[in-house]
């Protein structure tokens, strides 16, 4: 399950771990205008851990997803 939410300067978007367990805790992505960020809390700690990604990263997250084991460098239109 998942909840969207349109704030005034990023859009917020929380991952809900959901069926059978063992469950993982809820992951929250904020996708501001020049990053992403994505939290989520160590039960262990009980402190929330967070990872901030440049849009560049992003982007090459996405398209990792769809290639084969290797090195790559995308090239960017840096207009």
Do not use: N
Request: hydrophobic share 40%.
């Amino acid at each position: 399950m998942f909840s969207i939410e349109h704030e005034f300067d990023a859009t917020v978007i929380t991952l809900v771990d959901e069926g059978p367990g063992p469950l993982q805790e809820d992951v929250t992505i904020t996708a501001f205008e020049d990053c992403v960020t994505v939290e989520q809390l160590d039960p262990r700690t009980e402190r929330v851990q967070k990872i901030t990604l440049s849009l560049a990263q992003l982007h090459e997250i996405g398209a990792a997803l769809d290639l084969p084991e290797g090195v790559y460098r995308i090239a960017f239109d840096h207009d």
